[in-house]
């Protein structure tokens, strides 16, 4: 329970927020991170001083990684995969949640969900830079995560179609470009 790994090497280098990483650490809370993390079992709203810094939350909640349940890490060519199979929630280990984190040498990232338990909500979806001033939430304590579910992500200049601008309104707007 709330247990967060040593380095695991990418084999590629990860461009997120400025920065090029080579190695991540995951957390059994549904997170993972690059750098020194803390492991809360709360998924804050993003951005939040109270969380690490760069780090990119799939389903940031309390879960419990036991005997049923496994975290898996494999790199593919240009991409590195994180999944999280069958991890029980904290207080209810017949609830189980299974999803990944695709991390691609472009800086995409997918966030995919297979599956979930019925009316889940308490959980934070989203990224956050290491400074702990800039993300992106996602969601927030909402039933917004569901099985078949991918969520993708995607840099400035990668795609071209959408930028995220830190002048907007609450800090974020999304701008058609």
């Not at 804050?44 to 419990?64: C, F, H, K, Q, R």
């Not at 991409?79 to 209810?92: D, H, L, T």
């Not at 989203?126 to 078949?148: E, F, M, T, V």
């Amino acid at each position: 329970d709330d247990a967060i790994s040593g380095a695991i090497p990418l084999g590629i280098s990860f461009p997120f927020y400025g920065n090029s990483f080579s190695s991540l650490r995951v957390c059994t809370n549904g997170f993972i991170g690059f750098g020194s993390m803390v492991p809360l079992f709360f998924g804050p709203n993003l951005p939040s001083l109270e969380a690490s810094g760069n780090v990119v939350a799939a389903l940031w909640t309390d879960l419990i990684l036991d005997a049923e349940g496994h975290i898996y890490t494999q790199q593919i060519g240009d991409v590195f995969v994180i999944q999280f199979e069958n991890i029980a929630r904290f207080g209810s280990q017949s609830e189980r949640v299974t999803c990944e984190i695709v991390l691609r040498q472009t800086g995409e990232i997918l966030i995919q969900y297979k599956q979930l338990p019925p009316n889940f909500s308490d959980y934070s979806i989203g990224i956050q830079d290491g400074q702990r001033s800039k993300g992106l939430q996602i969601a927030y304590h909402s039933n917004y995560a569901q099985a078949q579910l991918s969520v993708r992500i995607v840099p400035p200049g990668c795609d071209g179609w959408l930028t995220v601008a830190a002048d907007g309104p609450a800090g974020f707007d999304a701008n058609l470009s």
